[in-house]
């Protein structure tokens, strides 16, 4: 037989109305556009090409992260406990259908074959009549649990087998049941004769199908169809085929129906019982998703708290970082953020505690000097000379602190290849013009380093301009540059050597740190405090000492300059150091790192002698060595 499935109604699928269509639509029909009521908003205007583009805005959350979160996941997991749920059953209700259709189908095929090679059993000879055959073969099949197999004569039914409860009882006809089957013969409720297959059955009268009523019998009778798909008046699904034979001149059909209503609410308790269970786990998904959710916006809480405890005068807290997940990533870069605000903050007040504490003392001179000022001309004139030196310290010391405040920034110092050697001779000609001195050139390295020419220059003069602070008009300083070691490890030493008073010990330690100012020594070599070429505080200044102000050019110090070249050794990566002998001269350098070049690595490796890297002079004595 063939499955004949359910006809569907034709579909037509409607065009999409384009947009400029709706739009172009009042126009053509010639209506009005509606003037904005007084309540309602503008028309946004037309975003032309040279719009502006709109600064998109956060919309106002008021629920918390962990619920949404929370929300979020148990809504995703609902709307897929609930797609799985409607597509299993989906898919277990056409299960039933192609199941039911099967056993159809199976059925059809057996009783075609009987009807082909069947044979009376007790003639042993073909059938003579259809109630026969269809007595004999009822007498033989067994049904399974919704199925309904009937005997049809001329349309009339004269034997049953039924698998659903409370149908397969005729008022009228044979009933066969199970394997064996009973025979039964007479009209309403009479009973026959004969059991068995032995029974006779005599011409069956027309009378409604048992387990189906007048309508569906109606259908499935019908000449047209073989097979099909309906309701019973009280609602339930049945799917039928029917097969139809002759035996001489005589029609009969066999109608196989199966009842799918036991089935599909065995599916629909299945999926209720999975409906429950979805429910259990969802609560369960729900304390997992609330719990999982705290653990991932830990660390942003410990964020929000840093964020919250950071003040003004304290921004030394940080968020703890654990694991290298995206959340550990967000709180390093929060601390690295962290890390510069405390730099620019510490910068900053650092900038305006020593502008404070160094200004300080020259307003105060000229403003006493100011407020003093005599009408006689001499005496203005030295207090104008007086006012004028401080404002240039105060100028100086402004522009040391600018200098050592951009030394935090990044680009403080940019590398770049240059010759050391036109550089140092360079530095040498500049320096001359510092001071009247007998300037000596003692060494000059030979070759290329990654330095910052105009920085490099910047703390050399600053070291000569410190010698010449502390030697007097034809004192000798002497000037050099070196190469120390070959390839990656290779250095730059650059450094100034004059015969001043000499650095204590004890003061080299501390030389290089701001506002240090370097001590004086007396002519009579004894130590009157902490001796150093730097600067010396103005109560520290003595006509019969010799000091950072001894010499022909008497300088203001401020206690900045050695500060400004440890920075700019800080920045190309070394270190600035001091050599001294109380007495006899100090030598202050700077010891950079300059790893060969590429163009330059294989001339120096094939020199044995260091001659052409340097020429040497002998060094100042040098009995101690600090660096900073």
Request: charged letters at 20%; one cysteine or more; proline letters at 7%.
């Amino acid at each position: 037989m063939t499955n004949t499935p359910t006809e569907l109604l034709p579909t037509t699928v409607l065009e999409p109305i384009p947009e400029n269509s709706a739009a172009a639509a009042p126009a053509a029909s010639g209506a009005v556009p509606a003037a904005p009521t007084p309540g309602s908003a503008p028309e946004p205007a037309p975003e032309g090409p040279h719009a502006p583009s709109r600064l998109r805005t956060m919309r106002t959350r008021t629920l918390p992260a962990r619920w949404r979160i929370t929300v979020w996941i148990v809504l995703s997991t609902l709307f897929t406990l609930c797609a799985i749920a409607l597509i299993g059953r989906s898919l277990s209700l056409a299960t039933v259908e192609v199941e039911a259709n099967a056993q159809i189908t199976q059925e059809a095929e057996e009783f075609t074959r009987f009807v082909t090679e069947g044979v009376d059993p007790e003639t042993t000879k073909p059938f003579a009549t259809p109630q026969r055959l269809l007595e004999v073969y009822l007498s033989r099949q067994s049904v399974s649990d919704g199925e309904l197999i009937v005997g049809l004569v001329e349309g009339a039914p004269v034997g049953t087998l039924s698998g659903v409860p409370g149908r397969g009882t005729g008022s009228t006809g044979t009933t066969g049941t199970g394997a064996t089957g009973t025979g039964s013969t007479g009209s309403g409720s009479g009973t026959g004769t004969g059991t068995g297959d032995a029974g006779t059955t005599p011409a069956p009268t027309p009378s409604p199908t048992p387990g189906a009523d007048a309508a569906m019998l109606k259908t499935m009778t019908d000449p047209e169809r073989r097979s099909g798909t309906g309701e019973l008046s009280d609602g339930e699904p049945v799917r039928w085929g029917r097969v139809d034979f002759l035996v001489g001149e005589h029609e009969g059909a066999l109608l196989i129906a199966h009842f799918t209503a036991a089935d599909r609410q065995a599916v629909d308790r299945a999926v209720g019982t999975l409906a429950w269970v979805a429910a259990a786990g969802l609560l369960l998904c729900s304390g997992v998703a609330w719990l999982v959710a705290g653990q991932i916006l830990a660390p942003v809480r410990e964020v929000y708290r840093v964020a919250r405890d950071i003040t003004e005068h304290d921004l030394t807290a940080r968020v703890p970082v654990e694991g290298s997940d995206d959340i550990a990533q967000v709180a390093a870069t929060f601390n690295e953020m962290l890390d510069r605000l405390e730099e620019a903050h510490r910068t900053q007040q650092r900038f305006v505690d020593d502008a404070g504490h160094e200004l300080r003392t020259p307003i105060t001179i000229v403003r006493g000097h100011l407020e003093l000022l005599s009408e006689d001309p001499e005496e203005r004139r030295a207090t104008l000379r007086l006012v004028s030196d401080e404002l240039a310290r105060m100028s100086r010391i402004v522009s040391d602190l600018l200098v050592l405040a951009r030394a935090q920034q990044h680009d403080f110092v940019r590398l770049a290849a240059h010759d050391i050697a036109a550089l140092t001779l360079d530095i040498e000609a500049k320096a001359q013009a510092l001071g009247d001195r007998r300037w000596q050139l003692m060494e000059v390295a030979e070759g290329e380093a990654e330095v910052d020419a105009q920085r490099v220059t910047q703390a050399v003069l600053q070291l000569a301009a410190n010698a010449v602070q502390v030697t007097d008009a034809g004192d000798r300083i002497r000037i050099g540059s070196r190469f120390d070691g070959h390839g990656a490890e290779r250095r730059l030493n650059v450094w100034v050597a004059d015969e001043g008073p000499g650095v204590s010990e004890q003061a080299a330690t501390r030389i290089f740190e701001r506002f240090v100012h370097g001590g004086h020594v007396s002519h009579g070599g004894h130590v009157v405090a902490s001796a150093a070429p730097g600067a010396t505080s103005d109560s520290a200044r003595s006509d019969t000492a010799r000091s950072d102000t001894a010499g022909s050019s008497p300088r203001h110090g401020s206690g900045l300059g050695l500060a400004i070249v440890r920075a700019i050794t800080d920045g190309h990566g070394g270190s600035a150091w001091v050599e001294s002998t109380l007495g006899e001269g100090a030598t202050f350098g700077m010891d950079l790192p300059a790893p060969e070049l590429a163009s330059a690595a294989e001339t120096q490796r094939a020199a044995a002698d260091p001659s052409p890297t340097s020429r040497q002079a002998p060094a100042p004595p040098a009995p101690s060595h600090q660096e900073s």
